[in-house]
C-alpha cells in the first residue's frame, strides 16, 4: 500500500512517516508540507500539483488551510483519503462530506480506537444520566496545539449531546458568565501545558456521586497507526464517509 503524508513536516507527520516505513506492507510513497524541506528518505512536494505518481492513499495531519489542495488532488486522482487534520470550519466539513460522494474519505477528529470506545460509553452513560446529572467535559493537551478545544472534544459533546433529552448548549468560558449553572448546559474546558499528548475526561456529577470517563494518551503512535489502520480499511471501498465507529464495527 503506497502512501502520500500530508503535513509530513509537522509533529504528528513526523510519527506517521515513521511508522508507515516500519509497516511491512505499507510503502512511503511521499510526503507533502508547504514548509518542509526535501531532504528527507522520501520525496517531500509542496505543491499537489508537483506529484505525478501513484499512490494508494493519502493520510491528512496537517492544517484546515491546506484542505482545498487536498481535496482537489484525492478527486482528481480518485484516491481515498484519511483526514485527522483537527479545527476546520462548518464550510469546510462541508466540503469534506461533498468529496466524499467521489471519492472514499475517512474523516475521524481522533484515530485512537480507545477514544472511539470513550465515545460510545459516555454515549451510553448520557442515555442513563441524562437530565439528572451535570455534564461537562475536560480536555489536556501540549502547549504547541493551536485548536481549544479539541476537535475529539467537540466530538465527545456531540456525541453526548444527541444523546441527552434535551437540547445543550456548550459553555467554554465560565468566568464570563456570572451566573449559577444552568443544568441544560456542557460545560467545555481546555487546558494547554508542557509535553501532554492529550487527555479527555467526561464527568457526570449528581447528587452525592460523580462518574468519569477518562481516556489519556501517552504516545502519538496511537493516532499515527489509527490512521494508518483508517487507510488499510478504505483500501477497495466505494465512495462515502467513513468513520471510527465504521472501523471498529468492521474489526
Known sequence: MKLIVSGCGGTMGKVLTQMIQEQTDCQLAAGFDPREESSQSFPVFHRWEDWNGSCDGVIDFSHPDNLDGLLRFVGTNKVPAVIATTGFTQQQIDRIHKASLEV?????????????????????????????????????????KVDAPSGTALMLADA???????????????????????????????????????????????????????????????FAQGAINAARFLQGKKPGLYTMADLVEQA
Open 104 to 144: 472514499p474519505v475517512f474523516f475521524s477528529a481522533n484515530m485512537s480506537l480507545g477514544v472511539s470506545l470513550m465515545r460510545e460509553l459516555c454515549v451510553k452513560a448520557a442515555k442513563v444520566l441524562g437530565g439528572q446529572y451535570d455534564v461537562e467535559l475536560v480536555e489536556k493537551h501540549h502547549h504547541m
Open 160 to 222: 453526548v449531546a444527541e444523546a441527552l433529552p434535551y437540547q445543550p448548549r456548550y459553555v467554554y468560558d465560565r468566568h464570563s458568565v456570572r451566573a449559577k449553572r444552568d443544568p441544560h448546559e456542557i460545560g467545555i474546558h481546555s487546558v494547554r501545558g508542557g509535553t501532554l499528548v492529550g487527555e479527555h475526561e467526561m464527568i457526570f456529577a449528581g447528587e452525592d456521586e460523580v462518574i468519569t470517563i477518562t481516556h489519556t494518551a501517552y504516545s502519538k503512535k496511537i
